[in-house]
Every structure is written in C-alpha cells, then in structure tokens.
C-alpha cells in the first residue's frame, strides 16, 4: 500500500471510489477527503484544483483554514481509502478533529488498511516535524478507535457535537 497525492490519472479510479461510499453510504461524508462526496465534486478537476490549493494554506473553510494534504490510499490499482493530513493545528482543529482524518472504502472495511494508512501518514507528519499528532473518531467507530490505539493513540478528551455524536480524541507521539 502507498499514499499518493491525487493526480488526474487517478480520475477513474477516484470516481468509482466516490460512486461507491455514494452508492453505500449516500448522505455521509467521506471523512479526510476535503469533501469528494460533494455534488460540485462530480467534477474531479474542480477537487484535485481545491485540495492543491488547500495544501497551499488557501481552504474554503474558515475553521480548516491550515495547509493539508490530501492522500489517496492505493493498494494494487485500487483506491482502498483516503487520508488528510493538516500540517499543524488551529485552535479549532486542536478542539475538534485533529491532524488526521481518514475513510477507508466500504467494500474494503475491515481488511487493516486503516491502521496500515494511518502508520504511513504518521511517517507523513514525522517528515513535516509534527513531533505530537492528534486524531479523532466517533465514540460509535469501534474500528477507528482500534486503529488510534494500534498506532500508539493515548486517549485524551472527549466532546460532543451540536448533532449529538461524541468524538473522542487521541495522541500519538512521535
């Protein structure tokens, strides 16, 4: 498995990969892929143009306004899941979701890709300085919380969002 930044070769991959969490999971997020799932996203040319500049520091989001990097997780020639990667924390992210969010493709859940992408994005973050990572999941995502805790998560807080979902965050020193 690698991660590697989108690229337009990987369009067709990327659509059968945002067609299937749609397919699967319509109304969800694809968390840490700054939004695939979005309708204006059926345009891959406009997300690769937004995630670039997103890695620049340039985000939509007033609350997510730090550099990122958007990863796809490839095993073989598929796109087994995504992962972003924001290069430090604001007081927002520091609160809430962390340095880290990730997906891994339904039809591919539950074969350790999470763990196996989350280990190659904490070499990301060494080779960016981050000396200390924080990373998020529902308190509901058993896997997730699995996956934290197999690469080195130390509990730390908990909150809860305005819909009611309790996340729960953790550390992972580097």
Not at 22 to 45: C, F, K, M
Not at 52 to 71: D, H, I
Not at 114 to 120: E, S
Request: net charge negative; proline share 3%; charged share 25%.
């Amino acid at each position: 498995m690698e991660l590697i930044f989108p690229a337009i070769e990987h369009k067709q991959a990327a659509l059968e990969y945002r067609r299937e969490w749609l397919d699967i999971e319509p109304g969800e997020g694809i968390n840490g892929s700054w939004g695939l799932q979005r309708q204006e996203y059926e345009n891959y040319e406009k997300w690769l143009n937004d995630i670039e500049l997103l890695r620049a520091g340039q985000s939509n989001n007033p609350n997510v306004n730090v550099p990122a990097t958007t990863y796809f997780a490839f095993f073989d020639d598929i796109i087994v899941g995504n992962i972003q990667i924001r290069h430090y924390l604001n007081d927002y992210l520091l609160k809430t979701y962390g340095h880290i969010g990730y997906s891994v493709r339904p039809s591919e859940r539950r074969k350790g890709y999470a763990a196996k992408m989350l280990a190659l994005a904490l070499d990301k973050c060494r080779e960016l300085g981050i000396e200390k990572v924080l990373v998020s999941c529902g308190k509901d995502n058993v896997g997730s919380a699995k996956t934290i805790l197999k690469n080195g998560g130390v509990p730390e807080n908990e909150f809860t969002e305005a819909d009611g979902n309790i996340v729960q965050q953790y550390w992972i020193a580097l």
